[in-house]
């Protein structure tokens, strides 16, 4: 029996499908090289196929394609009202609505969604009424569950950070999906943000460091996971020499805001501590985990982390040099 998230992972993807003129049932698995390349844990950029899993009750594919207008206007409502209105509740009533497609009607369908909130309606009722609610709901629950609640001074409001410090240049586009060729062929499951070498690399959410060290295509990286387990977040191609600041370790935990490293062009390469990438940039991946099994298997899921970067520009961490350390640090919050 087909269980209901999968049957709503279907519809997505089928509406995906019938929009975007792909015949594709499943989303898109890397090709195979003629060698597989090493078993990468982390970047997203594995090729090693594992056996197909038997039938699993949790959400199996997630694509994230609120923008950042979307995103705006329901974290505005949450905020104003201390959480009262839940965000989430109304990005996954708007694009459960409106058939998962994110454009105009979704505005105004977190408006419609808040007034029937206001008007004391409960979500077990938007359940009844929209099939694809309670599949939202999770999905955008394991997206941006991290992203809003109490702040470092106690306010309410956003406590999720931009990966660039504050004061620091950055340029990204939307380059979630195109066609990257080192060692096979395969999607790029992340966001590319150009900026010089050295620049501060922080902490979008608290969580433990889960992996630090060499990985042949990300080069210097990092992996932080989340503390409910559900966001993995990869920063990669860090600096040559310096990638990490120095007492950053494998198990430490890490706040949200914290500096994680420092931005650089390491990467496709065998050798650690090499430059193999012309331009300098971070690459931040953002990958979802409603069960272990989908941390290192072929069916993992990366989202596209563009718009969530656009909307996070409004809370940059602040950072100082120390010149003695040759490290920056986060200016402390009050
Ligand atoms: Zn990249």
Request: aromatic share 12%; glycine share 8%.
């Amino acid at each position: 029996m087909e269980s209901i998230k999968q049957k709503a992972a279907g519809i997505v993807v089928g509406i995906c499908c019938l929009l975007c003129g792909c015949s594709k049932a499943e989303p898109a698995a890397p090709q195979q090289p003629a060698e597989p390349p090493p078993k990468q844990t982390d970047t997203g950029e594995h090729s090693t196929p594992t056996q197909p899993q038997k039938e699993k009750d949790y959400i199996q594919w997630v694509e994230f394609n609120c923008d950042e207008a979307l995103l705006k206007k329901a974290s505005e409502a949450d905020i104003n009202t201390q959480g009262r209105i839940s965000w989430i509740t109304l990005l996954a009533y708007s694009v459960a609505k409106n058939w998962g497609n994110v454009d105009k009607p979704c505005l105004e369908y977190v408006d419609e969604c808040r007034a029937r909130l206001e008007a004391g309606e409960s979500e077990a009722v938007f359940s009844k009424e929209l099939k694809l609610f309670d599949y939202y709901k999770e999905a955008y629950t394991a997206v941006l569950g991290g992203f809003l609640g109490i702040r470092a001074d106690e306010s309410y409001g956003i406590c999720a950070y931009s990966p660039i410090a504050e004061g620091f240049y950055f340029s990204h586009y939307k380059d979630f999906g195109a066609s990257r060729t080192y060692g096979f062929s395969r999607p790029h499951k992340g966001n590319d943000l150009m900026g010089s070498v050295g620049t501060p690399i922080i902490a979008v959410e608290g969580g433990y460091v889960e992996a630090l060290g060499w990985n042949t295509y990300g080069g210097w990286r990092v992996g932080i996971r989340s503390a409910d387990k559900k966001r993995y977040y990869y920063y990669a191609h860090l600096r040559k020499g310096h990638p990490f600041p120095a007492d950053l370790k494998e198990g430490d935990t890490v706040r949200a805001g914290q500096v994680i490293g420092y931005l650089g062009q390491t990467g496709y390469s065998t050798t650690p501590d090499t430059n193999n990438i012309t331009t300098p940039h971070l690459h931040f991946g953002m990958q979802l985990i409603f069960d272990e099994s989908q941390k290192d298997a072929v069916s993992e899921i990366w989202i596209d982390v563009y718009s969530i970067i656009e909307w996070l520009n409004q809370n940059r961490s602040e950072v100082k040099y120390d010149k003695n350390a040759k490290e920056y640090y986060r200016v402390s919050v009050p």
